[in-house]
């Protein structure tokens, strides 16, 4: 099953996406305990339930669709840096691998949803792209034992963790300048369940400029796998529904290159699973006065 969020006439609305590319708003079929994607999640509801209220419902066509993130104000984005064994070797710097996960976070506001177009800031033209696999926490937990993690997961997503390369640089010991510039990430286009994506350990993530494929890696060969990211990410902090878990970029990013391939205005960039879809944003200068 797919969820996902967008905007009508109505104002936010939320719901399923069909095999065959409808949207089914289920907004205010559950009634007031669950207004919200955040809500549904947290409810653990059954997939069969979910699939008998999106059953018989008319879908609305997808065109136009202005999407949104598919959860509303996650409660945390935490994010996993230089995860897959080639990232590692790109930084030539003769460091052995890492024992322990590189974690930092983004907040809401620098992420857009599915063709939305992500923002170059004023500050830099070093913005670069990285497509990458998303974990939905489903169930909250604290200290979470590795064999129980992905009972923990609600589903997946993709996420573009757009990055001004000089601000990551302007600490030493931290990126969260870089990481944090106003809507220049996104995350989308929906949230496929657990059920649904199958081995979260096989999922294939492929990132695309302009058609060109640039990134390319398997969680299975995560340096951290997706159990151990969760339970080391629960040692410290409670996991609670609709927390986000970005689980690394394979190499390949636009600072890696002589020279590096920087974004521009009208570039489109796409972040694509096979098990979830493609999440496609065009890239825009950040208007004047923002």
């Known amino acids: ?108 506001s620098t992420f857009v949803g599915h063709e939305q177009p992500i923002l170059r800031p004023r500050e830099s033209e070093q913005f670069d792209y990285e497509g990458e696999i998303v974990l939905v926490i489903g169930k909250p937990g604290r200290r979470i034992a590795e064999a129980d993690a992905l009972e923990h997961v609600f589903g ?13 640089r302007h600490g030493k010991f931290n ?14 286009p929906w949230i496929v369940t657990r059920e649904a994506a199958g081995d979260l350990n096989d999922l ?8 060109e494929e640039r990134q390319r890696g398997n ?6 796998p997706i159990a151990r990211i969760i339970a080391y990410v629960s040692t410290f902090i409670t996991l609670e529904p609709g927390d986000l878990i970005a689980t690394g970029t394979p190499p390949g990013s636009g600072a890696r290159f002589e020279p590096p391939k920087w974004l521009k205005p009208g570039d489109v960039v796409e972040v694509e699973c096979p098990q979830i879809g493609v999440l496609r944003n065009t890239v825009a200068d950040e208007p004047a006065g923002a």
Not at 204 to 211: D, P, Q, Y
Not at 219 to 224: E, N, P, Q, R
């Open 156 to 168: 997946v997503t993709l996420m573009n963790d757009g990055s001004v390369r000089d601000w990551i």
């Open 204 to 211: 294939t993530v492929i990132t695309r400029v302009n058609g």
């Open 175 to 188: 990126v969260t300048q870089g990481k944090n510039f106003e809507k220049s990430g996104s995350i989308g």
């Open 219 to 224: 969680t299975g060969t995560l340096l951290f």
């Open 1 to 108: 099953m797919r969820l996902a969020r967008w905007q009508n006439e109505n104002g936010d609305a939320f719901g399923c996406v069909t095999a065959d590319k409808k949207l089914v708003d289920l907004t205010g079929v559950f009634g007031w305990q669950i207004p919200d994607v955040k809500s549904l999640i947290g409810a653990e509801l059954p997939e069969a339930d979910l699939a008998r209220k999106e059953k018989g419902r008319l879908g609305a066509a997808m065109v136009g669709t202005r999407w949104l993130p598919p959860v509303e104000n996650p409660g945390k984005i935490i994010c996993v840096g230089v995860n897959y064994p080639e990232r590692n070797a790109e930084y030539k710097d003769g460091s052995d691998q890492p024992k322990f996960p590189s974690l930092f976070v983004r907040f809401p």
